[in-house]
């Protein structure tokens, strides 16, 4: 059912914005509205005793805002936000402004994360999502692989037995010599698949501190852009122009340390602290992998 809803009562912080809001987008949108441009309704889920959940139309709404609308047309149907987050990640698949680079992927990741949606075949994953079966089956192995770390994470945390065996080991050869390095019993792969040794894995299992990192300088920029776009004065002094860029170089920072790959050159070797290409700590980042040539890897 289409209405007109009041702006103030819109819930737009409820998990269902899938993207980042774009600036010059809102300026555009309501520049043509305030012609006399006519834009589709939004896109709203309604729960009589929670809300009203916005999960499509977000450039719209602000642009609304910034001209000080005081209603908005929306197509309501009644739902839980449960559903309006569903709904959102099929957003802006097939029109409006694009989906920015790595959207696609979180969304993907999302909905493998649920003990629910991730039952779904792949294809309608795919089809919802609007993406390809062969780009989600490439995100759930990925996710897969990070689920076997997790798994011993939350072990270590909750103090049960990890059923590391200390007495599996492998013979690492360098030089003339040989050394026995010990690897886990419960596997923990690395990016590209490789088994990740025993004295590395607690580096492994970390790398999501890193993630957690990155979603808040996310979720920072995004909270002072909605509150620019909003009007809020508080942030009146800051040049969303030069905190996304310095936030984006923060963000290479902690992807650049990301632990990647078990060393390609000297194998995670304990013993070995002078390789030149991890420096000594076994392990080696994405760019660090993706140079070494292809006959060690």
């Not at 779904?120 to 689920?147: P, W, Y």
């Not at 997790?150 to 003339?176: E, Y």
Request: proline share 3%; with cysteine.
């Amino acid at each position: 059912m289409i209405k007109s809803v009041p702006i103030k009562d819109i819930v737009t912080d409820c998990k269902t914005q899938q993207r980042s809001v774009d600036d010059d987008v809102v300026k555009r949108y309501a520049a043509l509205m305030k012609d006399g441009a006519k834009f589709r309704p939004v896109e709203i889920i309604a729960d009589s005793k929670k809300g009203n959940f916005l999960w499509d139309g977000f450039h719209r709404y602000f642009a609304a805002i910034k001209l000080g609308k005081k209603y908005i047309e929306a197509n309501m149907i009644e739902g839980t936000q449960r559903d309006a987050i569903y709904l959102s990640f099929s957003a802006n698949s097939e029109n409006a402004f694009p989906r920015q680079p790595g959207t696609v992927k979180e969304i993907v990741e999302k909905i493998l994360k649920d003990e629910e949606w991730s039952k779904m075949s792949q294809n309608d994953i795919a089809r919802h999502v609007g993406c390809t079966k062969q780009f989600v089956s490439k995100i759930k192995s990925e996710f897969e692989k990070l689920s076997v770390n997790q798994l011993t994470d939350r072990t270590a945390l909750t103090g049960q037995k990890t059923g590391i065996s200390r007495s599996k080991t492998v013979k690492v050869k360098r030089g003339g010599s040989s050394y026995e390095m010990k690897l886990p019993e419960n596997k923990v792969l690395d990016a590209t698949g490789k088994q990740v040794p025993e004295h590395l894995v607690k580096f492994f299992e970390r790398a999501n501190e890193y993630r957690q990192m990155i979603k808040q300088l996310n979720d920072m920029l995004r909270k002072v852009r909605d509150g620019k776009i909003a009007g809020d004065m508080f942030y009146k002094f800051i040049k969303i122009e030069n905190l996304t860029a310095e936030i984006g170089n923060v963000k290479r920072i902690f992807r650049f340390a990301l632990p990647y790959a078990v060393c390609p050159y000297c194998g995670g070797d304990i013993n070995n602290a002078e390789c030149r290409a991890c420096d000594g700590c076994g392990f080696v980042n994405e760019m660090t992998y993706k140079g070494t040539p292809k006959d060690l890897k």
